[in-house]
Nanobody, 122 residues
Framework: QVQLVESGGGLVQAGGSLRLSCAAS????????MGWYRQAPGKQRELVAT???????NYADSVKGRFTISRDNAKNTVYLQMNSLKPEDTAVYSC????????????????WGQGTQVTVSS
């Protein structure tokens, strides 16, 4: 199986920055896709950013130019650098790992962390 543990959330003023980290552990050989999603109170979960093992990235329009996703394949870790934070960025941010090739060859889909709270005050 795969465990995803997020860290780095917290309370920050508008205009500030935070850096989230998510470390994956388990019987992992490789992870094709890692990403960050968020869910604000009363809203559906939405994609924030994803990154492939080759480094291709995808961002939600609302965070383009402010957030940067990166990863360390050797550590099975993904990061989200969040700058110029806005109150509307307030949400629980969750890490996702998809198309995980396990030691032994089988591929698992769609693993989630428990989430970390990000609160941006105005």
């Amino acid at each position: 199986q795969v465990q995803l543990v997020e860290s780095g959330g917290g309370l920050v003023q508008a205009g500030g920055s935070l850096r989230l980290s998510c470390a994956a552990s388990g019987t992992i050989f490789s992870i094709e896709l890692m990403g960050w999603y968020r869910q604000a109170p009363g809203k559906q979960r939405e994609l924030v950013a994803t990154i492939t093992s080759g480094g291709s990235t995808n961002y939600a329009d609302s965070v383009k130019g402010r957030f940067t996703i990166s990863r360390d394949n050797a550590k099975n870790t993904v990061y989200l650098q969040m700058n110029s934070l806005k109150p509307e960025d307030t949400a629980v941010y969750s890490c996702n790992a998809d198309r995980v090739r396990h030691i032994g060859g089988w591929v698992g889909r769609d693993y989630w962390g428990q989430g970390t709270q990000v609160t941006v005050s105005s």
